[in-house]
């Protein structure tokens, strides 16, 4: 048994602000709460917070990659880097995501990740489950991703993804394609969370694959249908459909270059931290030093010093090499969010999201012992803690 004591615990929806401890035993949490209530016993092996914050790992439910490796390369090995990257970072499960891509090579990395998923090593982040992003997109709202791959699934196609339901956490896709709404009522049938994203459709689209089983929207502002004027009438779009509807959640990339911090006080304030997820977006170069590097067949370049990726043109951001650990300081220190609610966003939330709120994303009582031990000043994890034993290096 470890006691993880000496901190300020973050569940994160209860502040247990002193003389707190987190019981971990063969990988779970066996209790919480203040050493009087609950008790050190006798033998348990002590791991010291220094006066830092205890909060769960992080959960990130949409990103590529890390450490040089994305989750679409195909192999059981690259999921492996992004997984280890990815826990020194301090986020401690997510969805592997791939790209667009020939939908050969997207079942090659389906079941690479499906390979990894049951199968975690202890210096590895857990891979809850497929995040399918692309090719089911508009070609309106391509983003950093091929055009010319763009394109809904043919009959076969779509029974081998319904095939993939029980690894297939989550689809990304635009609910105005063709036959996208009957894929909304299957995948969601099976379990599957369905996301609206790369989309161009109108509010009322949006509502209708609502009542198909749409309920996420996919980072917010990025590929996505504003607000436009079709004669005279101005008409909303996804973004507008994601703020207000409350049947929705959303997730926003707060990595402090994709949005502004105007932006990201609006999504805050209008969806709270019960609807909102934080989310990374990486991609391989996460944690990596600049040069060029892959996005699913762009180039995307990393400058000396810079924070996120753009294109050779220097036109456009190719790519996030963010992690949840910046995105949570950028929330508290730069949008003003308190640091309980931007703990929420990058945890309890996102694993709502999905439906794995029974096993990750929350310090309690059986749920997998996964924890950080954040610097109070910076906000960055110090020590990390997964399935209850501790990273050797933390690298946010
Ligand atoms: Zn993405």
């Known amino acids: 048994m470890r006691a993880v004591l000496n901190g300020a615990i973050y569940t994160p929806t209860r502040i247990i602000p002193r003389e707190g401890v987190v019981l971990v035993e063969d990988g779970v949490i066996v209790d919480v709460g203040t050493v009087d209530q609950v008790g050190v016993p006798e033998g348990a092996e002590r791991v010291d917070a220094g006066g830092g914050i205890i909060c769960p790992g992080y959960v990130d439910i949409h990103v590529h990659g890390g450490g040089g490796a994305d989750a679409a390369d195909g192999t059981p090995e690259a999921v492996r880097m992004a997984a ?12 592997p995501t791939t790209a667009t891509a020939p939908f050969a090579e997207i079942w090659e990395a389906f079941d690479a990740i499906a390979a990894v998923m049951g199968d975690r090593r202890p210096e590895e982040a857990r891979a809850l489950g497929i ?40 689809v990304t896709l635009a609910p105005e394609r063709e036959g996208a709404m009957d894929l909304i009522r299957d995948l969601s049938a099976r379990g599957v969370l369905v996301s609206g994203g790369h989309s161009d459709a109108l509010y009322a689209e949006v509502c209708a694959a609502m009542e198909a089983g749409l309920r996420h929207i996919t980072h917010l502002w990025s590929s996505m249908s504003l607000m436009r004027r079709i004669g005279p009438k101005r008409h909303s779009g996804m973004l507008e459909a994601a703020l207000v509807e409350d049947g929705l959640t959303a997730e926003m990339i707060a990595d402090g270059y994709h949005l502004p911090t105007s932006l990201m006080k609006i999504a805050y304030r209008m969806k709270g931290p019960e609807k909102l997820a934080l989310v990374s977006d990486a991609m391989r170069a996460s944690g990596m030093g600049p040069g060029e590097y892959d996005l699913a067949g762009i180039v995307a370049v990393v400058e000396e010093g810079a924070g996120v990726a753009v294109t050779r043109d220097r036109k456009a951001f190719a790519g996030s090499i963010s992690t949840m650990a910046r995105c949570v300081r950028e ?66």
Do not use: K, W
């Open 131 to 170: 995040h399918m992003e692309g090719p089911l997109f508009s070609l309106q709202q391509v983003g950093a991703h091929n055009a010319s791959l763009l394109r809904m699934p043919d009959a076969e196609e779509r029974e081998r993804l319904l095939s993939y339901s029980g690894s297939l956490a989550r």
């Open 84 to 95: 280890c990257r990815l826990a020194r970072a301090g986020t401690t499960s997510f969805l």
């Open 331 to 396: 929330v508290v220190q730069v949008v003003g969010v308190s640091l309980v609610d931007a703990l929420r966003m990058a945890t309890e939330t996102p694993a709502r999201i999905v439906g794995v709120e029974d096993r990750v994303g929350r310090l309690a009582r059986g749920l997998a012992a996964d924890l950080l031990i954040l610097d109070p000043l910076t906000l960055l994890p110090r020590q990390v803690i997964v399935g209850g034993e501790l990273l050797d290096g933390v690298a946010p």
